[in-house]
């Protein structure tokens, strides 16, 4: 397309065009004439687009309203155009009513939109489907299973969850290679899915762990029948290349009849079995049974724990430092929260999150980690040691929460650098006046908006473009395979081009092991996070990295 803005005027009494001549050029008119009469115009619409088009000027027309449409026309050499139209309706005492409009031409905006909606929907399969087996992952899984627990009834047939794990793969993985690590799990991946209905949903949701959820179970004698089945065909040698293959698997199974009771888990359940057919030794299946649990796992996750420990201040942060791509000095911190549980130990976010969300306490979270991580900052600048910025994650709870505004406000917070890591960056595309002005109020503070775990069940990119983040984070479980998986390092490079073209920074997660800083590097990676750099530390330890680094000039030294 041409590019640009054009202008026309419309006269109703004469039913008379005025085109200038950027829009005779938009059109790809050559005959120079400015005047046209009123309808030309309807013949150069797309005629796709045309009957509501013309439905919505006649309206505007009768009514005396501006008009404002996008729509496609087609210009005079056949080529296809976006149009952004807009008129504004005046009453002109001389020539009657007549429109004032410009139209201008979006079709480069468009192309890219489309480009990036395109990159976008491969992505989301990409981040819904484990690349190795082609199966679905743990998003897609969990996905699947609370959209049908949510459709379910008491008359739903039963629903049973398989849960497999390899016996004997680190073996092949560690005296084989990668490569015949690789081939196990797809070979046990054809397994499973030869030998589970087709309606069953089989996915790869780790390492070596994939777990079948099967609609319309059959009962259980049946289920066991197949868990043998499967366990023996696992356990059949094969062959990678000339050399056999010994492995096997053992089974987790857990069932409901009709709805689930509150509070069942059906994964945790199935889960629970998987550890006791362990427990029995290799190559067995097991079936829950709910004195299982009694396992500490289950008293762990106990809500009234829990609160006991939030009330005793249990509920802390660790930091993990995050690095500038090329010249790795600190560029900041992210605060994570940890329950230093005296009964239980160090507590991780997954082991007690998805309580404090059932209990409502996610906020509250949040926000003691964010009063706690500015608080630590400030002591350790008060000694001297610099951190230029510190990240907190909020929850898409948080985000909802209409005394948001209010409460930051109340917090008197610094003039430093803060990063909000809005976390199911999905939810973003149901925004509501609420999260608007949520969105609006943290702006006006000053704190950065990043998006947390782009590339899994992220953001559409027409809600990234409304809400500009400064920085984009790169879910770890795409940054992690990068070295051994082109095709991860393919989808790395989509997810930063993206951010290039949107103007937007890019942080990767994951960063395992220093073999990844060169390729996210190469990639145009703008910050890193990982284990590979630094893990995450308690106050005291963050201190003592800190405090060691201003000794190497603030940059970090890979060994
Ligand atoms: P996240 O926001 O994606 O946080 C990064 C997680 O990745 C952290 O796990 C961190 O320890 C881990 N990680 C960092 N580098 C690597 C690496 O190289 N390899 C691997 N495998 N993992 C790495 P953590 O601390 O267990 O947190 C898990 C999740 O819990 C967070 O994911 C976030 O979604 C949630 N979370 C943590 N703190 C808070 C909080 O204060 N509020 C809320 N609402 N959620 C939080
Ligand atoms: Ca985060
Ligand atoms: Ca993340």
């Given amino acids: 397309g041409a590019g640009g803005m054009a202008r026309w005027e419309y006269s109703l009494n004469e039913n008379q065009a005025f085109w200038d001549d950027r829009l005779l050029a938009m059109l790809g008119i050559t005959d120079g004439e400015n005047h046209r009469a009123g309808d030309a115009w309807a013949s150069f619409i797309h005629p ?16 005396g309203k501006d008009v404002a449409r996008d729509y496609r026309m087609v210009t005079a050499d056949g080529a296809v155009i976006h149009v952004r139209s807009r008129g504004k309706y005046v009453e002109d005492e001389e020539t009657g009513p007549r429109y004032y409009g410009v139209n201008f031409d979006i079709t480069e905006d ?7 909606e395109i990159a976008r929907a491969g992505l989301e399969h990409e981040s819904r489907h484990d690349a190795l087996t082609g199966l679905a992952n743990r998003r897609r899984l969990d996905e699947v299973y609370t959209e049908h627990i949510e459709i379910m009834s008491e008359k739903s047939g039963r629903l049973a969850v398989l849960h497999f794990d390899v016996d004997l793969f680190k073996q092949i993985n560690d005296t084989m290679g990668h490569d015949a690590g690789d081939a196990t799990l797809r070979h046990v991946a054809t397994i499973l899915q030869k030998n589970t209905p087709d309606s069953a949903l089989v996915s790869r949701v780790g390492g070596d762990e994939f ?9 259980d004698a049946l289920l066991d029948e197949m868990a043998a089945h499967i366990i023996r065909e696992v356990s059949r040698p094969f062959y990678y290349g000339p050399q056999e293959c010994n492995i096997g698997t053992s089974i987790g199974i857990s069932v409901v009849d009709g709805l689930p009771t ?4 059906l994964f945790i359940n199935a889960d629970l079995a998987l550890y006791e057919a362990k427990k029995a030794g290799r190559g067995r299946h097991r079936f829950y049974d709910t004195t299982m649990s009694e396992d500490a796992r289950r008293r762990k996750n106990s809500s009234d724990a829990l609160l006991a420990g939030f009330d005793q201040g249990e509920i802390t942060c660790y930091y993990q ?29 997954d082991e007690f999150l998805q309580t404090a969300g059932d209990m409502g306490l996610i906020a509250q979270f949040d926000d003691l980690v964010l009063r706690r991580s500015l608080y630590d900052v400030g002591v350790w ?39 909000f890591e809005l976390l199911e ?15 609006k109020i943290i702006g006006e503070m000053g704190i950065d908006i990043e998006i947390d775990d782009f590339g899994s069940g992220h953001a559409s990119i027409a809600s990234l473009l409304e809400i500009a983040p400064k920085r984009l984070k790169i879910d770890r479980s795409l940054v992690a395979p990068i070295v051994d998986h082109q095709r991860q390092r393919d989808l790395v490079k989509i997810i930063i081009g993206i951010g290039r073209m949107l103007d937007i920074r890019v942080v990767a997660e994951g960063v395992e ?12 990676c703008c910050y890193l996070q990982g284990f590979g750099l630094a893990r995450p530390m308690d106050a005291q330890a963050t201190e003592m990295f800190l405090s060691g680094l201003a000794e190497t000039g603030g940059v970090l030294k890979l060994a």
């Fill in 48 to 63: 796709d687009d045309r009957a509501g088009v013309v439905a919505h000027s006649e309206e505007c027309l009768e009514q």
């Fill in 110 to 116: 468009k192309l890219r939109a489309q480009e990036l």
């Fill in 211 to 219: 777990v079948a959820l099967l609609f319309n179970a059959p009962e």
């Fill in 262 to 265: 509150a509070g069942t888990n």
């Fill in 321 to 349: 430092p995050q690095f500038d791509a090329t010249t790795l000095e600190v560029t900041g911190l992210e605060a994570l929260v940890r329950w230093e549980s005296a009964k239980y130990g160090l507590m991780m976010p």
């Fill in 381 to 419: 600048e008060k000694a001297g040691l610099v951190v230029p910025r510190v990240s907190v994650n909020v929850s898409a709870n948080r985000l909802n929460d209409p005394e948001l505004g209010a409460h930051l406000s109340r917090l008197n917070l610094p003039s430093r650098k803060i990063t």
């Fill in 425 to 439: 960056s999905a939810f973003l595309d149901a925004r509501n006046d609420v999260i608007e002005r949520n969105l």
């Fill in 513 to 524: 092991t220093a073999a990844h800083v060169p390729i996210l590097q190469e990639l145009g």
